[in-house]
């Protein structure tokens, strides 16, 4: 560690993000030890309320109850060290119990939430003749997992088994109800939730040979960007990333609230961040999993959260809201910023400014993070301003460094380069031997370092600026970052929102032509604003296309570039 005036030139030896930290935290002893007991220390009065789940709240006594609950059900029904059992549950409180009752016995989780064919892979994967889903599943699905995977029952979760159903808001009602099916799921041998727990009441000795370091939370990636992977990560991982952040949250005189609608928990962000993190902070965690995502502005009303994991698709949907009256105080907020993808500057200043507008004062933040880092990588820095690609700077314990692409050779500051990472938090691998090989690579200074795949760079500071995934060049120019590229279309006048995606070029392989989607204001045609785009481009950055939408379309909370690049493709090949 290093707090010197004096810069070595290599930003993993210097460290510069110290200087921003209070002497207390830059040697802070991250714990190795189950998710459990972080959660035990973290919280060490049993009647203070740990979740809330429409209309019910339940504290610590009783979440730790419902936890050994599962655990001994889990052993009853066969589960046993290194078993890996396959869950496709969204955030209700059955998905906490399943985690910490699988980690008292040794054993993982494997979460997905995508097509049916993609649930078979993982439960292939798996080689579990079990598997947790919810009720809604329909027989035509069931059918298929126990054609095409060693499935032989499922346990059915009811979304409202510990929910007061007076408790669900009448905007959620109805869109819940529509979730079942004419013919759900009916296998003979499936259990309901209430079944399963019976299994184990005469249980006693259920705490297995558990080990920080041995695999607990497994979760594909969200595919936005490639294919999807499985990340596997331990419980030291996941008490890595919910520790460091964690030491940020002082002890509040009032418990302070988390929301959490809508994101799925086979996201590692929700589950590491969203869910384990607020709750090592002793916040109330409301979970709200069937919140739909055009009335998220009622659920915001409704719960006035103190704290909001917030994405650019969730801020545009407050922002475009015509509920949210005027007037209406959004003081209760205390702190609000951007994950899951990088906002362009302008977006950044109007996010500040709508919150501002509605007396809440906080300074808009910028997250960033990727499941194989164990989700969250930095802290918000509000002293440097957010533009550019700036998200702040690493965590206490997390060593960032730039490096020459496709090499182990660390750039100075302000060199460009792939954003990788050392530190608490990085996974186990991938269950592929040869695609962790390429990610997690030991270098020379005997340390094993997460390639992250992002690029960017660090300030002499140590504040780092996140430029885009990969290197996608131009044929006979340079490298298209479409978050800086972003960043200068929507400063001209007419344009409401713009958003590129790269195009392999047909003609020269291994480049990329750039499309960009564009939103203009009321009123405006393309010819208004293409010459001032192009001025505000540097020549290789310039459109090969613009294509007009009226709004962005998302997949898995991100803006659907994949999509949209398959469909440009797909005409190119027609």
């Known amino acids: 560690m290093s707090n010197n005036c004096v810069l070595t030139g290599k930003p993993s030896i210097d460290r510069p993000w110290l200087n921003f930290y209070p002497e207390v935290f830059r040697d802070l002893t991250v714990p190795v030890c189950s998710v459990t007991e972080f959660l035990k220390n973290q919280n060490t009065d049993w009647n203070r309320p740990a979740i809330e789940y429409y209309g019910r709240q339940y504290n610590w006594h009783e979440f730790w109850g419902y936890v050994d609950a599962t655990a001994k059900a889990l052993k009853a029904i066969g589960v046993k060290k290194g078993d890996r059992i396959p869950v496709f549950l969204q955030a209700v409180p059955e998905h906490l119990f399943l985690l910490l009752g699988a980690e008292k016995l040794g054993a993982a989780m494997i979460c997905r939430d995508d097509t049916t064919d993609e649930l078979c892979f993982a439960i292939r994967k798996s080689e579990s003749s079990l598997v947790f889903a919810p009720d809604y599943i329909s027989k035509e699905e069931e059918d298929q997992f126990l054609a095409e995977t060693p499935m032989k029952r499922m346990v059915l979760v009811s979304p409202y088994t510990y929910a007061d159903r007076a408790g669900i808001p009448d905007y959620e009602q109805g869109p819940l109800e529509a979730r079942y099916p004419e013919h759900p799921a009916c296998n003979p041998d499936n259990l309901t939730w209430e079944e399963f727990i019976a299994l184990g009441r005469d249980v006693e000795d259920f705490e297995g040979d558990f080990t920080p370091e041995a695999p607990l939370f497994c979760a594909y990636t969200s595919g936005s960007t490639g294919i999807s992977k499985l990340v596997i990560h331990s419980a ?15 002890p509040a005189p009032i418990q302070l609230t988390w929301w959490l609608p809508l994101l799925t928990p086979a996201l590692v962000a929700a589950t590491v961040s969203m ?5 090592s902070t002793g916040q109330r965690l409301i979970l709200d999993p069937f919140c ?30 015509k509920r949210i009256p005027a007037d209406y105080d959004m003081s209760h907020l205390l702190a609000a910023g951007a994950g899951a993808e990088p906002y362009n500057n302008r977006k950044n200043r109007e996010v500040e400014q709508f919150f501002h507008d509605h007396n809440c004062m906080i300074t808009f933040s910028a997250g960033y993070g990727i499941s194989e880092a164990g989700s969250n990588i930095i802290i918000p820095c509000p002293s440097v301003p957010l533009r550019d690609g700036c998200v702040g700077i690493p965590m206490p314990q997390t060593v960032i460094g730039i490096f020459k ?4 050779e660390e ?11 050392f ?20 270098h020379p200074d005997g340390k094993l370092w997460l390639h992250t795949g992002d690029y960017g760079y660090l300030s002499e500071q140590g504040v780092l600026y996140v430029l885009g995934r990969g290197l996608t060049k131009r044929f006979n120019g340079g490298n298209l970052y479409i978050m800086n590229m972003e960043s200068k279309v929507v400063e001209v006048p007419g344009v409401k929102d713009g958003f590129f995606c790269l195009v392999p070029d047909q003609e020269h392989e291994g480049y990329f032509l750039p499309y960009l989607y564009l939103i203009l204001d009321e009123g405006k045609a393309l010819e208004d604003v293409k010459d001032q785009i192009d001025a505000a481009l540097e020549p290789y950055e310039r459109p090969y296309e613009i294509r007009l939408i009226k709004e962005r379309k998302y997949f898995h909370f991100k803006t659907n570039r994949k999509e949209l690049v398959a469909g440009i493709l797909e005409e190119l090949n027609q």
């Open 423 to 442: 530190g608490p938090g990085n996974m186990m691998g991938y269950q592929n031997a040869e695609m962790t090989a390429e990610t997690l690579q030991l």
């Open 411 to 421: 750039m100075g500051y302000n060199e460009v380069g792939e954003i990788c990472k």
């Open 275 to 279: 869910m384990v993190f607020p709750l």
């Open 405 to 408: 692409n496709g090499s182990q």
């Open 236 to 250: 030291a991982n996941i008490v890595g990333i919910a520790f460091q952040m964690a030491v940020f949250v002082p």
């Open 292 to 321: 739909d995502v055009n009335d998220l502005d009622l659920g915001f009303m409704r719960y006035q959260p103190n704290m909001w994991a917030l994405i650019p698709m969730f801020c545009d949907i407050l922002m475009k809201s």
